[in-house]
């Protein structure tokens, strides 16, 4: 299933929750403040690395873009545009949004 | 909108619901029932007092398959069916009882 | 939705009871929703679980009750609710605090549930 987070990792456990909750397989997509996860030197990096070992990540390039932050995306971490964000949604049966 | 008993006014919303529960008594009941064209038995009273009591309890009016449902349970199956409640209020035990008994139209009832 | 169509929903609740309407509106989106049969279940995650941390009195804050709404669930066949266990711990509170019949589970346990719904609700 998919997974969306939408919070930023300092400030909400949003990102710690899903992350201990999604199960294998599953695809996560950071959007709006959940992207500063995807971020080289957050405090979360290192989880959001760990993630990766059973989630495919994904964050939204408007929003990184937005915040002065696609300079410095984690690497591993697939970026997508709203297109991108779509087919996520489609591609998968299930979406839980951890708001 | 509002309704006149024994020289007190009493606030309804569009509908006709009373918008302040805690003042509901037996005389307002009579009043709603009588422009709902239900003339109240003993019957009536039993559904509308088990009404307020659920609204006590729970802190809302039960959608009529949970009314129906818990109404078995407590009166008994010759009242726990929907033919008999719809028989004391027509226009549907869910809107029409709840309405007499002072209480808001049940969450989900359209 | 036609019968021999049952499908699994999931609401899964992670806000504390009265900061923001979202549980509240969980409630009664749940409420309203069991008209329809299909296979319900709550997660409460998160500070969803003060949600039925039992006790509520909102005397002092002016507001209507809904925990006692919690307990009409079961007469809505609504019986399957799911607490987060880490949330829980971490919030000093235990399965005896909760104001309703719950079923204690770990996250892990929570997500395997998840993967198994048709419908998925966030709040």
Same mark, same amino acid.
């Given at each position: ?99 | 909108? $509002?309704?006149?008993? *024994?020289?007190?006014?009493? /606030?309804?919303?569009? #509908? ?16 709603? $029932?009588?422009?709902? *064209?239900?003339?109240?038995? /003993?019957?009536?009273? #039993?559904v509308?007092?088990f009404l307020r009591e659920y609204y006590n309890e729970f802190q809302i009016a039960p959608a009529v398959r949970v009314l129906t449902k818990a109404i078995g349970k407590k009166l008994?199956p010759?009242k726990g069916n929907s033919?008999?409640l ?7 035990p869910g809107?029409?009882a709840c309405?007499?008994?002072?209480l808001?139209?049940p969450t989900g009832c359209? | ?10 609401y ?15 409630l009664e989106v749940v409420l309203i929703a069991a008209a329809f049969d299909q296979d319900v279940s709550l ?9 039925l ?13 809904f925990q006692p709404t919690y307990r009409a669930l079961d007469d809505y066949d609504v019986n399957k609710l ?17 104001v309703v019949p719950v ?21």
């Amino acid at each position: 299933m998919l997974h969306i987070v939408n919070k930023s990792p300092l400030d909400r456990c949003s990102l710690d929750t899903c992350i201990a909750t999604a199960q294998p397989g599953g695809a996560l997509l950071l959007i709006e403040d959940g992207v500063y996860a995807a971020t080289r030197g957050n405090a979360a990096a290192g989880k959001l690395t760990q993630a990766m070992g059973h989630l495919k990540i994904f964050a939204l390039k408007a929003d990184l873009e937005a915040r002065g932050m696609a300079d410095r995306v984690l690497e591993g971490v697939n970026l997508v545009d709203y297109g991108g964000f779509v087919d996520l949604v489609t591609e998968h049966a299930t979406c839980q949004s951890w708001l | 909108m $509002a309704i006149e008993v *024994n020289g007190k006014t009493y /606030e309804t919303d569009e #509908e006709g619901y009373l918008t302040d529960i805690s003042e509901w008594n037996e005389d307002v009941a009579k009043l709603l $029932a009588e422009q709902e *064209n239900v003339n109240m038995s /003993e019957q009536h009273w #039993e559904v509308i007092n088990f009404l307020r009591e659920y609204y006590n309890e729970f802190q809302i009016a039960p959608a009529v398959r949970v009314l129906t449902k818990a109404i078995g349970k407590k009166l008994g199956p010759e009242k726990g069916n929907s033919q008999y409640l719809y028989e004391l209020f027509p226009y549907g035990p869910g809107k029409q009882a709840c309405k007499i008994a002072g209480l808001p139209k049940p969450t989900g009832c359209i | 939705m036609s019968e021999g169509q049952i499908k699994k929903f999931m609401y899964v609740n992670r806000k504390a009871p009265h900061g923001t309407v979202y549980a509240l509106e969980s409630l009664e989106v749940v409420l309203i929703a069991a008209a329809f049969d299909q296979d319900v279940s709550l997660a409460f995650m998160d500070d969803g679980v003060y949600q039925l941390k039992k006790g509520f009195n909102t005397k002092g804050l002016e507001v209507k009750n809904f925990q006692p709404t919690y307990r009409a669930l079961d007469d809505y066949d609504v019986n399957k609710l799911y607490v987060e266990k880490e949330a829980l711990e971490a919030r000093g509170l235990t399965e005896d605090d909760m104001v309703v019949p719950v079923e204690v589970l770990s996250r892990t346990e929570i997500g395997k549930l998840m993967e198994t719904q048709d419908v998925v609700l966030s709040f």
